[in-house]
């Protein structure tokens, strides 16, 4: 099986399981997010490679080189993709502290996988925590990086919260009392797309009975994921972010950005994806699609044309300035960095302002949620242990 071996400050090794596709000069590394194995990036394996057979023949050897800088003297033009389990999920190891896992451990997780790939630079995309992990990774080693693709990503923090309304309070009490992987699985379809979508028919099914099948066959392949990675992982997503310094690194380090998001993510909220691409402007570019969480998953063409797009536009060295701007009407995307008048700043401000209160009563709602959904499991599993046991009277 191919495991890189990864140090940790009091030397005990981590483990990071990884699958390698396709052949070609042109590296992508994929880093997928919480809770979610390799397997997730099934869609952009195939729309980048051509495949979804591993190289299993070359696991155990890494490509000697790996790539340096790219240009029509490369003598292979196609594309090397590489993903795997982030720490505290699937085959990968599971570290017991939450303190082992944050954005910037993992970060340097990638950097360890990118040394034994043997990749000096390589286009890295991330998904949802997978995105922030690409961030901080980004801004500790942006020599490492030829272009950076974030998918459904958020800032860290209070804004790993979604929305908060009915459906949210519903998912998220179903989700907590998920014990097997078909209950898990039935939470997981309306988490990551949208009703529209799994509504659709494909044959005589619909999409959601095809896909609770897929889900459920994958959760009890690769197991549940444990107590520890779950909360580690989380730990991970609360504690990222992203400080002014790290996003100027990230600006003038010369790659180009694309921030992908689906409009109708119920998880990480497209407000937060648009603030975070408009503060990597002139870099970054928004690309906003029809889509929930698992926007690459409902609409894989359109994620996939924008990757190639990102690293075609990388290959040419397009200059950030000309990569951010397109023109008018331009169809599915969002324009950044447009100028605005000194009274529109002030009323952009005030909007700004009214919105951070708002986030934060929202955060304060959601805390007391949390706190009365975990008092009632508490409560569930003290009362199902003082429950008194029934005794049959002895004969004797």
């Not at 502290?97 to 944050?102: A, G, I, L, M, W």
């Not at 309304?165 to 097997?180: E, N, P, Y």
């Not at 109708?264 to 928004?286: T, V």
């Not at 324009?335 to 934060?360: D, H, I």
């Amino acid at each position: 099986m191919p495991f890189c071996e990864v140090g940790t400050s009091r030397g005990e090794g981590v483990r990071i399981f990884y699958r390698r596709y396709g052949h070609g000069s042109t590296k992508v590394l994929l880093i997928i997010g919480l809770a979610a194995t390799h397997d997730s990036w099934g869609p952009q394996i195939k729309g980048l490679t051509g495949t979804v057979e591993p190289n299993d023949d070359e696991e155990e050897a890494p490509a000697a080189g790996g790539e340096g800088t790219e240009g029509p003297n490369e003598e292979d033009e196609g594309i090397e993709v590489c993903c795997f389990d982030n720490r505290g999920m699937g085959r990968s190891s599971v570290p017991t502290k939450k303190s082992e896992y944050t954005t910037a451990i993992m970060a340097k997780d990638v950097l360890a996988l990118l040394d034994h790939l043997g990749w000096r630079k390589a286009h890295v995309f991330g998904h949802s925590m997978g995105a922030m992990i690409a961030c901080k990774l980004a801004a500790i080693a942006p020599e490492r990086l030829c272009s950076l693709a974030l998918l459904n990503a958020t800032g860290g923090g209070f804004e790993c919260f979604p929305k908060i309304d009915r459906q949210m309070i519903s998912l998220a009490f179903r989700f907590l009392r998920a014990k097997t992987p078909e209950q898990r699985a039935l939470v997981d379809l309306e988490t990551h797309y949208t009703k529209e979508y799994l509504d659709e028919y494909v044959g005589s099914c619909t999409r959601r009975k095809i896909l609770y099948q897929e889900y459920v066959k994958a959760i009890s392949s690769t197991g549940m994921q444990s107590n520890c990675g779950f909360e580690g992982q989380i730990n991970a997503c609360w504690t990222h972010k992203m400080t002014p310094k790290e996003l100027d690194t990230i600006c003038s380090s010369g790659f180009l950005v694309s921030v992908i998001h689906g409009r109708d993510d119920i998880i990480a909220q497209l407000s937060h994806a648009r603030r975070l691409a408009e503060k990597l402007h002139p870099a970054a570019r928004m690309v906003e699609l029809h889509g929930g969480h698992l926007v690459n998953h409902e609409r894989p063409e359109e994620v996939n044309q924008a990757l190639k797009e990102l690293i075609k536009a990388s290959k040419s060295k397009l200059r950030p300035e000309d990569w951010s701007h397109l023109p008018e009407g331009a169809s599915g995307w969002l324009m950044l960095g447009m100028q605005m008048s000194p009274r529109s700043n002030e009323g952009a401000s005030g909007l700004v302002t009214v919105y951070n209160l708002f986030g934060k009563v929202q955060l304060c709602f959601l805390y007391f949620i949390g706190v009365f959904l975990m008092g009632f499991q508490q409560m569930r599993n003290v009362l199902r242990i003082m429950k008194p046991v029934r005794v049959a009277a002895s004969d004797s």
